[in-house]
Structure formats: C-alpha cells, structure tokens
C-alpha cells in the first residue's frame, strides 16, 4: 500500500503569527540549539520523512501599518544549514531540508554546502530551491531593490543546471585511494562542468566527492508558472500552499503533466502541500486549542501579514469587506489569499485571523479522525503525496501528532511503522 509522505516544518517555533504569545512558548527557544534537538529527535522517534527550514536574509517585511514589524517573530532565528549539520550529528534517519536562495547566493557555495551536508548526515540532506522576492534581502546584498521577476527565475533555473552540474563533478567510484601506485583518484572519473551561460561562469570541479544520495534532494516552494518548470525539470519534492482540494489536484495533475514532458515518469516530484493542524481529543478541544491562539493575534501584526498582498488596510474597518482594488498580489501565494476571501465572504479582520493561523497556509480544527479523514481525502484523489506539517506552536505541536494523529494514520495503514532505508531518497522511495 502506497505510503504518506510527511515532513515538519519547524520555522519560527511555531507557524501561528501568535505562538510566541502563548503561555507555554520559551521566550529564547528559536535561537536555542537544544530545543531545535529534541523536537527533531521526536520527529525521527515517530519516523518522519524530513524536518524543514525554511529561510530569508533579512527581516522580511516592511513596518506597515508603522510599529507592526515589532510585533513579528520572524526576525531572529538560527542560520538553518549550520543548524541541520549538528542536527545531523544528533539524529541518524530523519531527512534535513533547508531553504537557500538562488538570488543571494552562487552555485558552487551552494552544492559544496549541501553535498558536505549529505556526507555528515550520511544521505539525508535537501536544498529547498527558492528566489529571494522581498526589497529587504536586497538591501543586505548591495543592491536597493530586488531583481525583477522573469530576472530572478532566470537565474534560478540556470542556478539548479549548474548545481547538479557540480554535484557530478566526481563519478561515484573515482577515489581509488590505491597506496601502492599512489593514485588518490581515477582521473577519467572526474569531469569539469565549465559552464558558461547568461549569469554563471563556472569551471568545476566541485572539491567534494559524490555524496551518499549521489546528491542532495531538491526541494522546491513556489507555485507560480516558472516556478513550476523548474519544479517539473529539477525536483524532487515540491511543497504547495492549496487551500482547496480542488486547487490541489490541479496544481498535483499539471505538474505532474509537466514533469513528464522531462520523461520523469517516476512518480518526481512529491508533492506536499502545507497544512497547520490544531487537534485534540475532541472537538471542543481542538476548538480551544485554537480559539486560543486567535485570541493571541494583535491587530498591528494580522495586518502586516496581509500588507504584502493586499496593501495596507489600516485606514479601512477590520470588521468590513476587503477593499479589492488594493489588493496587488505581488507573489503568487496572495492570489490564494484573495480567492479564499472571496469565496467565504470574509471580513479584513477574518483574514488576517485566517492567514495568521496557517501563516497563509491552510489549516484544519479537529479530532484525529477528523484530521485524517482530511489528509486521506487529498491523498487518494490526487491531490497530495503527502504533507508539509506546519504546527501552529513547537514542540507541542509534535507533541499532538505523536498522541493523535499519527496513531490514527498508522491505524489505517498510511504511514510507516520504520524508516525503509538509510538515506533520505529512499526513505522517500525515490530510490
């Protein structure tokens, strides 16, 4: 029986704008090394496919309306490759993905990075590919704004091409290490890529050899068209933000579509779409649960998470209708916003309380059956081949999947009981 595949975001703490609020948050914990521990290790205890970082180089976001911007969580956190190397040394199977951007970085930073982070981990490293969108991370890279957009998607594609590039610089066997002849490697199995295109020059070789995956999973997060292409032609798993079912399988069914014009008929790239779960026994816990999250929600922080897709909404009545004319969708992820506004009729206040309980992403109030109903729904009608868990608050949001849903999962023969292989491609039968 085909198998769910589920990794844990484990960003900020928390993916509620509010967990930081919460009685039972540790003020200091996003820069503590062994909280981040002991939530991975329960994560691998429960045989999760992957944890994930995602990441930006800057604190992101502009202070509208003024003063929101001291109320955001997102501005102090670990660098995460530095993280998931000594994560790597305190766990043994679960997968380790990090977001870096090929905006503000160069390739061959970015394969000897991640294929050092393979070796250490012995097979379970994944670069999540993305562009830099926001005017902020510019400023920190010696330029006032960011790059235009078909610019920057460019760059990215290019990007990947010479990664892999550089991660085949060695053939699997080439190191002989033979003492008698005193050849340390074979050099007909070591190939310079000397790549010249419109933003790269770069001659190789990678001075790393082949890494236990043969190389690091890509990973990449981004739903709009060029995104998408590089996705069909380069990844590996592709996390989604669907908020319906119906967007969903048409998001899985065209990408899917696109991958096999690159003659990828393997099943590449899983896809998991986002989804924030607040559970509990029953469903007036769940509520509770996160009704007291909600309540935690400042209006100044609601509407500087709505400001990066809509505009600024202060001068305009929380409890009215979103004035469609500001909104400006300057990222693919704010159609989403818009589209969900329009379909349930919300209020700016109803929103900004929506996104800010999924970090714009979808989530779900219910018991483990409930839950599980859910994610079974989208699993088997093409919709999902599994899930990016993001918790609205950590570790009890770990805490919850041990006691609820993943018990339910296992029950119905969705999730595994052991990790099948050594390395993370496997682990993911992608080989």
Known sequence: MKKMRLGLSMRYHGYHVAAWRHPDYVPGCNVDFRSYRDIARAAEAEKLDMIFFADGVAVRGTDQPEGALSH???????????????????????????????????????ARKYASLD??????????????????????????????????YGRA?????VVKGLWNSWDADAFTHDKASGQFY?????????HRGPHFQVRGPLNSCRTPQGRPLIVQAGASNQGRDIAAEHADVVYSVSQTVEEARAFYADLKARAAEFARLDNAPLIMPGITIYTGATQAEAQARF??????????????????FCGDLS?????????EHLFEGRITIGSGLLAKAKAENLTIRQLYESAAAGFTGRYIIGTAETVVDDLQHW????????????????????????RFILP??????????DYEGATLRQNLGLG
């Open 186 to 194: 074979d050099p007909e199995k070591l190939h310079v890529l000397d």
């Open 291 to 308: 009704d007291e999250l909600q309540a935690l929600i400042d209006p100044l922080a609601g509407l500087n998470i709505l400001y990066t």
């Open 379 to 402: 699993f088997e009608t093409g919709a999902a081949d599994g899930f990016n868990i993001c918790p609205p608050i950590l570790p009890q949001g770990m805490a919850d999947m041990s």
């Open 72 to 110: 955001d969580m997102r501005n102090a956190e670990l660098e995460p490759l530095t993280l998931l190397a000594a994560l790597a040394a305190s766990t043994d199977h679960i997968g380790l993905v990090a977001t870096a951007s090929t905006t503000y970085n160069e390739p061959f930073h970015i």
């Open 119 to 152: 070796h250490i981990s012995g097979g379970r490293a994944g670069w999540n590919v993305v562009t830099s969108w926001s005017d902020q991370e510019a400023l920190n890279f010696n330029r006032t704004e960011n790059l235009p957009r078909e610019a920057r």
């Open 157 to 161: 594609a290019e990007f990947v091409e």
């Open 315 to 323: 001068g305009h009545d929380l409890d009215g209708p979103l004035p």
């Open 408 to 417: 339910e999962l296992r029950r119905r023969g969705l999730f595994r009981t």
